[in-house]
C-alpha cells in the first residue's frame, strides 16, 4: 500500500502569506493525486487533481505541482477563509486503491 | 449539480450490521462516467478508503481489503441510491462515513455526502 506522508502537520500563517504544502509518497504515483481541502464538521472538498489541475469553482490562489513522490499545494496570498486540514490522496495499483495523507493543519 | 444526501443508523451494537443509503440527485448511480465510492473517517485511522460500485455495461464493485469479506456496496437504480452494509462491527469502525463520486480519471473524489457519525457502542 502507498503511504502518504504529509509536512508540516501545522502551518500558522498571516493572511496575504503564501502556504506551501508538502506530500511525499512512498512510491511513484505518477500523478494520480489530490488535494483536498476540510473545515470542521464538513465533508472534504476537492480542490486538486491529477497532480496540477484545479477543480471547477477553486479559486487561482491555489496552485498544485510535482509528479512521481514529491508533491505540492500552494496557496499564494492566503484568505482568512483558508483555514482548514489539506488533505493529499492517490490512486494506485489494480485493481485500484486510494490512500489519504494524514493532513496539514493551516492557521490563519 | 450533483448531490449526495446520506441517511442511515448513527449507533450500531458491536457484531452487527452497519447500514447505511446515499441517495443521489443530479446523476444517476447507473451513468457509466461515474464510480461511486464510500470513505470514512476517525482520529485513528484517518481518511479510509473501503469501496466502490460502479456500471460499465454490467456492474462492478471493488473493496478495500481492510474489510473485505464484511463489506457489501449495491446499486438500487430504481431509487438512484446506493447502501453500504459492514458486517460484524467493532468499536474500530467508529467513524464518520461519506459517499462520494468519482468521475473522469476516477484517481479523484469531486463531490460528497455530508457524512454520517456511525458510532459502534454497547
Known amino acids: 500500500e502507498v503511504v502518504l506522508t504529509q509536512s508540516p502537520a501545522t502551518l500558522s500563517l498571516s493572511p496575504g502569506e503564501r502556504a506551501n504544502l508538502s506530500c511525499r509518497a512512498s512510491?511513484?504515483?505518477?500523478?494520480?493525486l489530490a488535494w483536498y481541502q476540510q473545515k470542521p464538521g464538513q465533508a472534504p472538498r476537492l480542490l486538486i487533481y491529477d497532480a496540477s489541475n484545479r477543480a471547477p469553482g477553486i479559486p487561482a490562489r491555489f496552485s498544485g505541482g510535482g509528479s512521481g513522490t514529491d508533491f505540492t499545494l500552494t496557496i499564494s496570498g492566503l484568505e482568512p477563509e483558508d483555514f482548514g486540514v489539506y488533505f493529499c490522496q492517490q490512486r494506485s495499483g489494480w485493481p485500484p486503491t486510494w490512500t489519504f495523507g494524514q493532513g496539514t493543519k493551516v492557521e490563519v | 449539480q450533483v448531490q449526495l444526501q446520506q441517511s442511515g443508523q448513527g449507533l450500531v451494537r458491536p457484531s452487527q450490521t452497519l447500514s447505511l443509503i446515499c441517495a443521489i440527485s443530479?446523476?444517476?448511480?447507473?451513468?457509466?462516467?461515474?464510480?461511486w465510492n464510500w470513505i470514512r473517517q476517525s482520529p485513528s485511522r484517518g481518511l479510509e478508503w473501503l469501496g466502490r460500485t460502479y456500471f460499465r455495461s454490467k456492474w462492478f464493485t471493488e473493496y478495500a481489503v481492510s474489510v473485505k469479506g464484511r463489506i457489501s456496496i449495491n446499486p438500487d437504480t430504481s431509487k438512484n441510491q446506493m447502501s453500504l452494509h459492514l458486517e460484524s462491527v467493532t468499536l474500530d469502525d467508529t467513524a464518520v462515513y461519506y459517499c462520494a463520486r468519482a468521475i473522469g480519471t476516477y484517481n479523484s473524489f469531486d463531490s460528497w455526502g455530508q457524512g454520517t457519525l456511525v458510532t459502534v457502542s454497547s
Open positions: 512510491q511513484s504515483v505518477y500523478d494520480y
Open positions: 443530479g446523476d444517476t448511480v447507473s451513468n457509466d462516467g461515474t464510480a
